[in-house]
């Protein structure tokens, strides 16, 4: 009898303290979360600075067709393209 006693709280502490660490987990989840979602943001914003400069540069070079650097309508097409294959 004794022995079950002691193995049902052995088996509630591991629940409890199973619950307790999931809390906590879950707790620094929504803060880590908050933190991705800005560096997300701020990466989609560097990548676009990069498009934007890399256009205007190479829109000086002598005989590049200032077309195909519309990065946007570029993809476009391309996915235009593979969808007729």
Known sequence: MKTRAALGIA???GVLLASLLTSFVQCDNHA?????????REWEMLS??????RA????HV???DNRELDV????AR????KGAQ
């Not at 205007?56 to 829109?59: L, Y």
Request: overall charge positive; aromatic content about 4%.
């Open 72 to 75: 946007v309508s570029k993809a």
């Open 48 to 53: 676009a600075a990069n498009a934007q400069m």
């Open 78 to 81: 391309e996915r235009r393209g």
């Open 32 to 40: 880590r979360a908050q933190l991705l979602a800005t560096r997300q």
């Open 62 to 64: 002598f005989g590049v």
């Open 56 to 59: 205007v540069a190479t829109s």
């Open 11 to 13: 088996l509630s502490c």
